[in-house]
């Protein structure tokens, strides 16, 4: 028998309701309430696109690395706001160096850098719905922006 498959949920959410979503997806519950599932990846390789967001909106060097929420789950982990605005700004983002399509370079270098069980072309679609994930946060509804990275 094979061990589950590692998968990243990620999620717009407050912080008492990403608990709770946490605590269903920690008993194998699955929450269809929005978000975006991301098979095959864990938390470190969320962290890796982050940096490769920062990197492709000039914004490198940035605290990328997602902290732990709430004791009451290891696998809940939020989204520093610097990535989150590197990933709202990458959707229309336009270099002036004229590099092209910003989520496409993103989405290539993440599937060269990461040993993904994907290829390009659904990694910028996962990065595309991350981006827009990002860019529909509200802080003035002190949402946040969520992964739970599990098996």
Do not use: C
Not at 36 to 55: F, K, N, W
Not at 138 to 147: M, N
């Amino acid at each position: 028998m094979s061990a589950p498959s590692p998968f990243a949920e990620i999620f717009v959410s407050t912080h008492e309701d990403a608990i709770a979503r946490a605590a269903k997806l920690d008993g194998g519950v699955s929450d269809d309430t929005g978000g975006l599932r991301i098979p095959g990846v864990s938390d470190y390789e969320i962290e890796q696109l982050g940096t490769l967001v920062g990197a492709a909106v000039h914004a490198p060097g940035a605290d990328y690395e997602l902290s732990m929420v709430d004791v009451g789950s290891d696998s809940l982990l939020a989204v520093p706001s610097s990535m989150v605005r590197a990933l709202a700004d990458l959707l229309g983002y336009e270099s002036e160096e004229g590099e092209g399509n910003a989520v496409e370079r993103v989405a290539a270098a993440w599937v060269d850098q990461e040993d993904l069980p994907f290829e390009a072309r659904e990694a910028y679609d996962y990065v595309e719905q991350l981006a827009k994930l990002a860019a529909d946060v509200d802080d003035s509804d002190r949402q946040e922006l969520y992964v739970w990275a599990g098996s």
